[in-house]
């Protein structure tokens, strides 16, 4: 089975604030994804990777940056952390088409 | 803007009915489709994925798509109160991005 592991299942940190959301995935995918997922916003892309050092921005990158130095890890960065980033984070690998999704990340920003 | 509309529900429905859920999409070039489930505080796995118009089976999960109506279904048969979940239906453009544009997903409650 795939699996996509995701650091941290909960995480509280303060405004202004560096902070790094890592994922790894076991499955040697070449696609990886950061998402947001918000209470009737659904599903909003952030940031993907297809390949190591290659990244394409999403649909709200702002605020937000990634790494992916390895096939299997992508970090997602938040430089200066806010409270509007306050949410649930979904990294997830992809064998072309179907994602296959880590547990998430529920992050806090107080 | 490619947009991917599903029914935010809840859809209720006793156990053992059929669950319908439907989205519809904007991208006629759309050629790849998708259902994910999610329970409460969980991440959401793939279920069903279709290519072809028509139907496609999985035990009591069948995917329908209709690609001149833009539109493609889920039907839960014998629906169980472990059915319970939100349902995010996916869609995938030609042309090799393999980035899916997912609805805001349909929260089914099956009530025993």
């Known amino acids: 089975d795939v699996k996509v592991t995701q650091s941290s299942r909960y995480l509280v940190k303060r405004t202004g604030e560096k902070v790094f959301l890592e994922c790894v995935q076991d499955?040697?995918?070449?696609?990886m994804f950061w998402y947001r997922q918000d209470p009737g916003l659904g599903l909003r892309l952030i940031y993907f990777?297809?390949?190591?050092?290659?990244?394409e921005k999403g649909d709200i990158p702002e605020g937000y940056s990634v790494s992916r130095e390895k096939k299997e890890r992508f970090s997602l960065i938040l430089e200066s952390a806010s409270t509007n980033q306050t949410s649930m984070y979904l990294c997830?690998?992809?064998?072309?088409?179907?994602?296959?999704f880590g547990s998430g990340t529920q992050l806090s920003v107080l | 803007q490619k947009e991917v509309e599903q029914n935010s529900g809840p859809l209720s429905v006793p156990e053992g009915a059929i669950a319908s859920l439907n989205c519809t999409y904007s991208?006629?070039?759309?050629?790849?489709f998708f259902w994910y489930r999610q329970y409460s505080g969980k991440s959401p796995e793939l279920i069903m994925f279709?290519?072809?118009?028509g139907d496609k089976e999985d035990g009591r999960f069948t995917a329908q798509l209709n690609k001149a109506s833009q539109y493609v279904s889920l039907l839960i048969r014998d629906s169980q109160p472990s059915d319970s979940a939100t349902y995010l239906c996916?869609?995938?453009?030609?042309?090799?991005?393999?980035?899916?544009?997912f609805g805001r997903g349909t929260s089914l409650i099956v009530h025993p």
């Open positions: 997830a690998s992809s064998n072309r088409e179907k994602l296959f």
């Open positions: 499955m040697d995918h070449e696609n």
């Open positions: 990777s297809y390949d190591v050092k290659m990244k």
């Open positions: 991208d006629r070039g759309s050629q790849s």
């Open positions: 279709i290519y072809s118009n």
């Open positions: 996916a869609v995938i453009a030609s042309g090799g991005s393999y980035i899916p544009t």
